[in-house]
């Protein structure tokens, strides 16, 4: 079992910066990637961006070259800095574990006035 637990999300204005964290217990060894989806209001949850173990950084179109995911291995800490945000950003933020399962955590609101 992994757990996940998100923390970093709030409200701020268009093209202001927010960073997540996601911090994982539990059986991290079998985690082979982790990342971050979104669901806005009405919408499907869609995703944001991953990093595996071996390094592969992978973004949607939507937040390229604005957000940035990285990982602190010995915090066992992702984290997704989000610059630039735009009010289609706003969103309840999840972080994902990828393994021999697939782990979420409860999510963090975003909301980006404009």
């Known amino acids: 079992q992994v757990q996940l637990v998100e923390s970093g999300g709030g409200l701020v204005q268009a093209g202001e910066s927010l960073r997540l964290s996601c911090a994982a217990s539990?059986?991290?060894?079998?985690?082979?990637?982790m990342g971050w989806f979104r669901q806005a209001p009405g919408k499907q949850r869609e995703f944001v961006a991953a990093?595996?173990?071996?390094?592969?950084?992978n973004y949607a179109n939507s937040v390229k070259g604005r957000f940035t995911i990285s990982i602190d291995m010995i915090r066992n800490t992702v984290y997704l800095q989000m610059d630039s945000l735009k009010p289609e950003d706003t969103a309840v933020y999840y972080c994902?574990?990828?393994?021999?399962?697939?782990?979420w955590g409860q999510g963090t609101q975003v909301t980006v006035s404009s």
């Open positions: 994902n574990a990828q393994g021999i399962w697939t782990y």
């Open positions: 539990g059986s991290i060894g079998s985690i082979q990637a």
């Open positions: 990093k595996s173990r071996s390094g592969t950084t």
